[in-house]
């Protein structure tokens, strides 16, 4: 009934196995990959035909986790998977960026990748499967698909490179000093495509050196793709590429001058002004069929990919007149805000970002339920890209996978240098609003965002700064790297290179590729690039910050103590009775963790010292000998009971009520009356015995010490 293939191998501590022919089989490809006990199923569908009139490449990549796979039942109140979550959104941004260069050219029909995770054993990570799954099923699909490729994960630990690290090792990196690199890199046999990474300030070497290792590591993966293809690839889909050379040379012929001209304009929005009236210059002189000619978008890019390549290449200047070098004019400036906790506005060239950074308690955490189980992030990273910081027009909604890459990739770069939530308990959320836009901005959302936390008091172990580099490889192999590109750059050229990092080393590396990889002469000479561009930056943003930012007083002050954790249960009190009367008697929020440690958060500090008091008087012992200040609760003939600390009741005996003889206690004392009292100690019971006589009442100071003075 089924016509199964199987493929094994041993890859680092793990078994790798493709299978396919058995689930699925009316899909082009399907193939089901499995590290250890993890399993994701790729499915590739794609469209004989393509849409009349499209002039796009459709690719769509899922990648879904489901809760089963992990022996667990969904939250929320319809129990099922719903929306994605940002980890299967990166997941599927992730698996995207390297296999869709590798399709054809002009190829433009509809291709569907659907990676589902089926088995998850909580140690190997599933993306690295699913991207190995998604490229085995593509490669024995039929689609034109120039791959395979294959992926792995890179740790670095005690100055070894670990090959695919186990899930429990990059969860919380930040808290795991061990550790100082996460890095995906997705290639050819030939060539990396992708990296995606978050270090701890590694040098230019170590970075090169992870992603040399990890080159290596997927070279066999891709032996046993190929081996799989080799025995059930179905026949490849008859695809013959376009040929638009005639048209090409048509438009080219009547609009190379002016488009040279129209690129030659340093403003972007001039530019694109011209660029737009010389292509309509160009309809003018075609024909309707060749207007109608969906490769007449194909033509456009041709030859305005000629005119920015061809100048650069051959050692001209860039669009806007800079050298490949060059970073450009750079503003920053803080505290522009007035109520927010910390704020930023950072412009490099047309690109610009205002970035806010706010604080928050403990209650702000954002709890996170994925696959290996809950956990909470104390730091928080939103990215905004509106359609007005292009001059454009377009509709507003929830943030899209562009949206949330970006954050992420900001977020990975700035973690490194977050202090410890031991020694800063804040809740902290950044967010990047992207007001211009011409290149690279979530290395701008970097650069403010690290601008907003310094002005916010966040106690940065250094500031960090991002540079995009770019690429233009000619089949000559001559080559160029671009400092902090254009859009039209990043656009017109063969790489998005973005480096992130402090004076001392990198601390995020993002890379995607649009041609068959690149050498690691061009990875070296990119990252010394990017490191120049970088510490230039970081010396332009040092101008914006000649001191310390300060705490806004909107912005809660939290404390924190530590209590045993056996004193836990009595804080918080039965149902939450007592820790309720302390937020709100005091006016504070109150945190506890399961270690004991209590976060105490308010813009008052009146507010925080009341509920520190009251905590504290119910951890804490009193001290024999100590004067406290009590209330009277109770009268009785031998005396007075004074609750003094916290819950805690004693006894003034009525021989401790006054240097003279006392016939009742009610001569004294009143109920509800506020007294000082001096623990005696306790009795052979641990009865509290305390004393009034020993205590002046007006100023609570001992008695027998003002004697002595005197």
Same mark, same amino acid.
């Given at each position: 009934? *089924?016509?199964? *293939? ?63 796979? &992990? ?24 698996? #995207?960026?390297?296999? $869709? ?44 698909? %120039? ?21 429990? #090792? %990059? ?21 990396? %495509? ?31 793709? @190929? ?9 490849? *889909? ?22 040279? &001209? ?37 033509? *456009? ?100 996978? $562009? ?8 977020? $990975? ?97 993002? %890379? ?55 004193? @836990? ?9 007592? @820790? ?128 002595? &003075?005197?």
């Amino acid at each position: 009934m *089924f016509n199964e *293939f199987k493929k094994s191998m041993q890859w680092g501590d793990e078994t790798l196995t493709l299978e396919t022919g058995k689930i699925a089989r009316q899909a082009d490809g399907t193939v089901i990959a499995t590290l250890g006990e993890t399993s994701v199923m790729a499915n590739v569908t794609f469209a004989k035909e393509a849409k009349p009139g499209q002039d796009f490449f459709p690719l769509t990549v899922h990648y879904q986790e489901k809760y089963y796979a &992990a022996g667990k039942i969904p939250g929320g109140f319809f129990k099922r998977e719903a929306r994605p979550s940002e980890k299967e959104t990166l997941t599927a941004r992730l698996i #995207d960026r390297p296999i $869709r260069p590798l399709f054809v050219s002009g190829f433009k029909h509809e291709v569907l990748v659907m990676c589902t995770v089926l088995s998850h054993d909580l140690v190997n990570d599933p993306d690295v499967v699913a991207m190995i799954a998604a490229s085995a099923a593509l490669t024995i699909s039929g689609v034109p698909f %120039m791959g395979p490729i294959a992926g792995a994960r890179v740790g670095f630990s005690n100055g070894q490179y670990v090959l695919n690290p186990s899930v429990e #090792d %990059m969860d919380h990196l930040r808290s795991n000093p061990e550790q100082r690199l996460d890095l995906v890199i997705a290639g050819t046999k030939d060539a990396v %495509m992708m990296v995606e990474s978050e270090a701890y300030e590694l040098t230019e070497e170590e970075m090169l050196g992870a992603v040399q290792f990890g080159h290596d590591a997927i070279k066999p993966v891709i032996d046993l793709i @190929i081996s799989l293809a080799e025995e059930c690839a179905k026949e490849p *889909f008859n695809f013959v590429a376009p040929d638009y050379s005639e048209l090409y040379a048509k438009v080219k012929a009547a609009g190379e001058e002016q488009m040279r &001209a129209a690129f030659a304009i340093k403003d972007k929005q001039d530019r694109v002004n011209a660029v737009a009236a010389a292509r309509e210059a160009v309809k003018a002189t075609l024909t309707e069929e060749e207007l109608a000619d969906i490769n007449l978008g194909s033509a *456009f890019k041709k030859l305005e990919s000629s005119i920015l390549r061809g100048d650069v290449i051959n050692g001209g200047a860039r669009i806007d007149g800079r050298s490949t070098t060059d970073v450009r004019a750079i503003s920053s400036e803080v505290g522009i805000l007035p109520r927010t906790h910390g704020s930023a506005l950072f412009t490099r060239g047309e690109t610009q970002g205002l970035v806010v950074t706010t604080l928050g308690t403990g209650d702000d955490e954002q709890i996170i339920d994925a696959l290996h189980g809950n956990s909470r992030s104390n730091f928080l990273l939103h990215y905004n890209f509106p359609p007005y910081s292009v001059g454009e027009v377009g509709r507003v909604g929830s943030p899209g996978r $562009r949206e949330i890459g970006h954050g992420k990739l900001a977020w $990975r770069a700035l973690q490194a240098v977050l202090p410890a939530a031991t020694d800063f308990p804040y809740t902290i959320r950044v967010v990047s609003e992207i007001t211009e836009s011409n290149g690279s901005s979530s290395m701008a959302s970097v650069c403010g965002g690290s601008l907003s936390m310094m002005d916010a008091g966040v106690p940065l172990t250094a500031p960090v700064a991002g540079v995009a580099m770019g690429l233009i490889l000619e089949d000559d192999g001559r080559f160029a790297v671009l400092t902090d590109i254009l859009g039209d750059e990043d656009h017109l050229g063969d790489m998005d290179f973005k480096v992130a990092g402090t004076e001392n080393g990198i601390t995020s590396l993002q %890379m995607d590729i649009k041609v068959a990889g690149i050498t690691a002469e061009i990875m070296k000479q990119a990252l010394a690039q990017a490191k120049d561009g970088r510490l230039h930056i970081l010396g332009e943003m040092a101008k914006a910050l000649t001191s310390a930012g300060e705490f806004s007083v909107h912005a809660p002050r939290i404390e924190t103590m530590q209590i045993p954790t056996d004193k @836990i249960r009595e804080v918080i009190g039965s149902g939450g009775k007592v @820790i309720r009367e302390i937020v709100e008697v005091s006016g504070a929020k109150v945190d506890i963790n399961d270690d004991g440690v209590i976060k105490i958060a308010s813009s008052n500090g009146e507010a925080i010292q009341k509920a520190y008091d009251m905590i504290y008087s119910i951890v804490a012992e009193p001290e024999v000998g100590k004067i406290y200040k009590g209330k009277v609760v109770k009268i009785v003939d031998f005396g007075a009971f004074v609750n003094f600390f916290g819950k805690r009741d004693g006894l003034v005996h009525v021989s401790q009520l006054e240097a003279r003889r006392v016939n009742h206690p009610s001569d004294v004392v009143k109920e509800g009356q506020e007294v000082w009292v001096k623990l005696l100690g306790f009795d052979d019971r641990g009865k509290v015995r305390l004393a009034m006589r020993d205590v002046n009442q007006e100023t609570g100071e001992e008695i027998v010490a003002e004697a002595e &003075a005197e």
